[in-house]
């Protein structure tokens, strides 16, 4: 694969480079993460991006888009880091995937919020007399707290050292909000880990309680594995290449305070991410285990295997390869099967209720699926469509939305099937690991989830393409879409607008990155010698 810009051009001053990164550094250590600085700083990269090379050298490009990234990963830790400095977590995230977990065995996916109130009453009150109403986690309605809410029994689902444990944990997360702070906080939806991301946190929740200065550790987890993904990232495809992954990474309102602070919220990322250097190491057997970690801990990832997948069948089929080569091509495959079903059965006996831990998740994950739909800050080509059309810049309460869906359900299946059959056309003519990475599109049509798994789309960059233009095209068009996001942001009338919107936007994206991409297709023969796996 091309590194893009790895050569210095001589042309382009040291000093100039330098001076672009420490005051790119300097600006954002001082700025913070508002939306018109961030739209300041993406501005500054697509420019960088898209310039000429008449006008600008090619390590300054690449100096000036380092100093941006930089800058941009400098303003969206800074609160969280003062956070932790005050000695506190982002507990939001904390409290719903560290108690989750730790105490899925006795909680499930249902009883999180009940047991917590219960916990509270039993102690200081500290926010019970807050917090009015609460979300069923059953089916996700928000009501007002009950006699059922109130009469919620732990003796009928904890043992005494287990609600003892508890409520400590509960006790010393409530002090990283204020009382008024968690009124929302149990009107999210919960808990909705799967039970293989439930053994891991529940067996890290056993070592470190809450009320230990180890959980700072424990929360520091995420920034470690993404220091050690960026090294790794580096030495497989270079330095130019790094910058823009992290760029894109930075300057995506998908990864807006997820950084810092937060419990294992990016470690599906990370394994990704190494999956897929590994796969352009020609190691395929460990890439194959690395992404089962991302499949069975966050599901959707298996659709990016699917596509490259299904990119290597068809490759196969139509160059007629023999036995011995399908099975040297299957190694990647074979090894995610496998390591997928080891990670099935850990999770089956350590998410501490067996196999009813996956049917329970199974009933969650319908109704949490259904009701994301119409929520706010959601990525995905159906969410799009829970905006009026005809007046695509107003607000619209739910149960409208609701209503939209329903009748723009035909308009979304349109485009979902014409994004998904420009797509297959596009994966025909690339590797598999071309394939895997696009298969983010596939996410995108099929599926609409939480913003933060659209992390992805920073892996744009590595897509190999011939012409070093079209990659800038690629990673210069999202940049663009970013801008527009954050522009728009400051002007629709509330996130759940903005976000449709910026669904809207990437639609058109995926369209033009396709269209690039089926400009350049290669020959068989070319994809064939450049097979990763």
């Known amino acids: 694969m091309q590194e893009l810009d790895s050569e210095i051009d001589a042309k382009a001053p040291i000093s100039n480079t330098l001076s672009l990164v420490i005051v790119g550094s300097l600006f954002g250590s001082v700025i913070d993460h508002a939306t018109p600085h961030m739209l300041l700083m993406v501005l500054m990269a697509a420019i960088a991006l898209l310039l000429p090379g008449r006008l600008i050298g090619k390590g300054q490009r690449i100096g000036v888009l380092g100093a941006v990234a930089a800058a941009m990963l400098v303003s969206g830790a800074r609160d969280d880091v003062s956070r932790l ?11 719903h995937y560290y108690v989750g977990a730790k105490y899925f065995p006795e909680l499930g996916y249902t009883d999180l919020y009940l047991a917590t109130l219960a916990a509270d009453r039993e102690e200081d009150q500290y926010w019970s007399q807050d ?41 010393a997360l409530a002090r990283h909000r204020t009382p008024k702070g968690w009124r929302n906080v149990f009107r999210d939806r919960g808990y909705n880990g799967t039970p293989v991301w439930t053994a891991i946190g529940r067996f890290l929740g056993a070592i470190v309680p809450a009320s230990s ?11 470690a594995l993404l220091g050690a993904t960026a090294t790794l990232l580096f030495r497989t495809f270079g330095g130019a290449n790094t910058i823009f992954v992290v760029l894109l990474f930075a300057a995506s309102p998908t990864n807006v305070a997820r950084l810092v602070g937060g419990f294992l919220q990016t470690d599906w990322f990370c394994a990704l991410v190494a999956g897929v250097c590994f796969l352009q190491r020609k190691r395929p057997i460990l890439a194959g ?3 089962s970690y991302a499949v069975m801990t966050r599901a959707f990832p298996l659709a990016m295997v699917a596509c490259a ?14 036995r011995a080569d399908l099975i040297r091509r299957s190694r990647f495959y074979v090894a995610t099967v496998m390591a997928s079903g080891a990670l099935f059965c850990i999770g089956t006996v350590a998410n501490g209720r067996g196999v009813e831990g996956w049917i329970e998740f199974k009933s969650a994950i319908s109704v949490h699926r259904t009701v994301h739909v119409i929520g706010d800050r959601r990525i995905g080509t159906e969410h799009a469509f829970t905006q009026d059309l005809t007046a695509p810049g107003s607000s619209v309460k739910d149960a409208k939305r609701e209503q939209l869906v ?26 598999e690991l071309d394939a895997l990475l696009l298969g983010t599109i596939a996410v995108f049509a099929l599926l609409v989830l939480s913003r933060y798994y659209f992390a992805g789309l920073a892996l744009f960059p590595l897509i190999a393409a011939r012409r070093q233009l079209t990659q800038r095209l690629i990673s210069g068009g999202q940049l663009i879409v970013f801008a527009a996001f954050y522009w728009l942001a400051e002007r629709l009338p509330d996130q759940h ?3 449709a919107s910026l669904n809207s936007l990437l ?12 400009r350049e297709r290669e020959p068989a023969s070319a994809r064939s010698s450049d097979a990763p796996v």
């Open 406 to 431: 329903v009748s723009q359900r035909w308009l979304y299946r349109l485009f979902a099937l014409a994004l998904l059959a420009a797509l297959v056309a596009v994966m025909m003519t690339r590797n």
């Open 131 to 171: 917090v009015e109403k609460i979300r069923s986690l059953e089916n996700y309605s928000v009501r007002k707290i009950t006699k059922d809410d109130l009469a919620y029994d732990p003796t009928a689902h904890f043992s005494p050292q287990r609600w003892a444990h508890f409520k400590a944990d509960a006790k």
């Open 85 to 95: 400095l005050d000695g506190k977590v982002r507990v939001w995230n904390v409290y």
């Open 289 to 291: 285990v690395l992404i």
């Open 497 to 499: 607008t903005a976000y």
């Open 213 to 223: 200065p180890l959980l700072f550790g424990l929360i520091g987890l995420d920034l």
């Open 507 to 518: 639609i058109i994206y995926f369209f033009v990155v396709l269209a690039s991409l089926w």
């Open 309 to 322: 997948g299904a990119v290597m069948l068809a490759h196969h089929l139509r160059q007629g390869h023999n």
